[in-house]
Structure formats: structure tokens, C-alpha cells
């Protein structure tokens, strides 16, 4: 079981940036697709971006340009990028992992392994 631990949320306004990390405990990332999903109130858990084992990145059209995910498998850490917030932005952010996971890296119930989450809010 990885244990994962998201931070870098906070309050931004419109226009602004911030950097969540996800740090790992319990296993080495290396093998390890890992996810940013997000939750907005009354919404479902959205696909955010995601990144595989072999680097491969990937990214939902509402924050393609915007949004960038990153992986340092020698911290066990993954990022997320976040550029050009907007009010749209604000949601609650869960870091997610899935071992050797190689299709279906956008849907959330290919992951296994949840952060407790990371809120984001942007003001306009």
C-alpha cells in the first residue's frame, strides 16, 4: 500500500499559479502511474492529469496548457503545475496512484491508492 500526503493548496487569485506536491510513503513511485483528480462542491471527482511509469504525461482539456504534472521518482514526490487559475479551478485536489497502470489512466477507478486531498481555491 502507498501512502500519499498532498500539499500545496491554498487560497490564489484568478490569474495566479501554484504547485501541489504529492509526497509517497510505503513504496517507490518508479513503478507507479500517478493521478491528480479533483472534486468541486456538489460535482463528481474529475480526471485532472496523470503521468506513467515511463513518463508519459496526460491531461484534461480544461487544463491542457495550463496544467502541468511532473514526477521526481527520486523524492517520491509528484507535482501539479497549476498556471492561469480561474474561479472554475477550485476544488478540492486528491493525489491518486495505481501500480503498473497503463490504460485507462483518466478514469478513477483504475486507482487504488488516495491522498486525503488538497484544497484549491481561486478567487476572482
Known amino acids: 500500500q502507498v501512502r500519499l500526503v498532498e500539499s500545496g493548496g491554498g487560497l490564489v487569485q484568478a490569474g495566479g499559479s501554484r504547485r501541489l506536491s504529492c509526497v509517497a510513503s510505503g513504496r517507490t513511485l518508479v513503478t507507479y502511474t500517478m493521478g491528480w483528480f479533483r472534486q468541486a462542491p456538489g460535482k463528481e471527482r474529475e480526471f485532472v492529469a496523470a503521468?506513467?511509469?515511463?513518463?508519459?504525461?496526460y491531461s484534461a482539456d480544461s487544463v491542457k496548457g495550463r496544467f502541468t504534472i511532473s514526477r521526481d521518482n527520486r523524492e517520491n514526490t509528484v507535482y501539479l503545475q497549476m498556471n492561469s487559475l480561474n474561479p472554475e479551478d477550485t476544488a478540492v485536489y486528491y493525489c491518486?496512484?495505481?501500480?503498473?497502470?497503463?490504460?485507462?489512466?483518466?478514469?478513477?477507478?483504475?486507482?487504488?491508492?488516495w491522498g486525503q486531498g488538497t484544497q484549491v481555491t481561486v478567487s476572482s
Open positions: 491518486a496512484a495505481r501500480y503498473r497502470l497503463e490504460r485507462g489512466l483518466r478514469e478513477r477507478r483504475q486507482y487504488d491508492n
Open positions: 503521468v506513467s511509469a515511463t513518463g508519459s504525461t
